[in-house]
């Protein structure tokens, strides 16, 4: 179950998170991208925390959708409409279904599938989320499980975003929206422990 208390601790340490792994998400994106993702991130997070630090009560699907509408506006690139969505989408399910944790990530991921016409396999952000929400699913969501679903994306080729522009190229590259997903949800390890 995602609580309220859980949600704002996760969303602070990703903001935290974000801004300590800045210049190494950059990193990445400049073998694979344009070297934006990082800069684009840390735009994101600086109106999150505001909207964390305005109001500490507030309902989780509330929250969530804020925080989609801060990185859709802030975040920019292809990024920031994707993360927005995934956001947008989580809150949306808890408005009207349940707040079972796998659903809500599950709803995420299924809005980064639709919004970025991705499936898995295309070294996307998209090969973090849906294997987590499977992993919530099947109780088997850990550190050991999450490293190796980034790990796994290592030698994909990308065939969407930037940096499907390299082919082949891009093999033996880290994803930066992976590795910036991948941090979303070692922060939310966390909250869980
Ligand atoms: P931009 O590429 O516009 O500079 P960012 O650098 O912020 O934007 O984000 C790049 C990340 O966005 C990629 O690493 C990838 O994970 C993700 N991405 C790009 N296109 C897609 C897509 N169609 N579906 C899912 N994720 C995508
Ligand atoms: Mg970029
Ligand atoms: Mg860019």
């Known amino acids: 179950k995602l609580t309220q208390a859980m949600t704002y601790k996760w969303l602070q340490l990703f903001v935290q998170d974000i801004q300590k792994n800045q210049a190494h998400l950059n990193e990445l994106d400049t073998a694979i991208g344009d070297g934006d993702h990082g800069t684009n991130m840390v735009r994101g997070m600086e109106q999150v925390s505001k909207i964390l630090s305005q109001s500490q009560d507030q309902k989780v699907s509330d929250l969530l959708k804020q925080v989609a509408f801060a990185l859709i506006s802030k975040v920019g690139g292809a ?13 949306k399910y808890l408005q009207n279904q349940d707040d079972d944790l796998a659903s809500v990530i599950n709803a995420g991921a299924l809005g980064i599938k639709r919004r970025g016409q991705v499936n898995g396999g295309e070294k996307t952000m998209y090969d973090i989320w849906q294997p987590v929400a499977a992993d919530l699913q099947q ?55």
Do not use: C, W
Not at 177 to 185: D, K, M, N, P, R
């Open 79 to 91: 990024s920031g409409p994707l993360y927005g969505t995934a956001f947008l989408e989580m809150s």
């Open 139 to 193: 109780q088997q969501f850990n550190q050991a499980n999450l490293d190796s679903h980034l790990q796994a994306t290592l030698n994909l080729e990308a065939t969407k975003g930037r940096a499907s522009y390299l082919g082949e190229r891009s093999q033996g590259h880290l994803d930066p929206g992976a590795q910036s997903s991948t941090i979303l949800f070692t922060d939310l390890l966390q909250v869980l422990n």
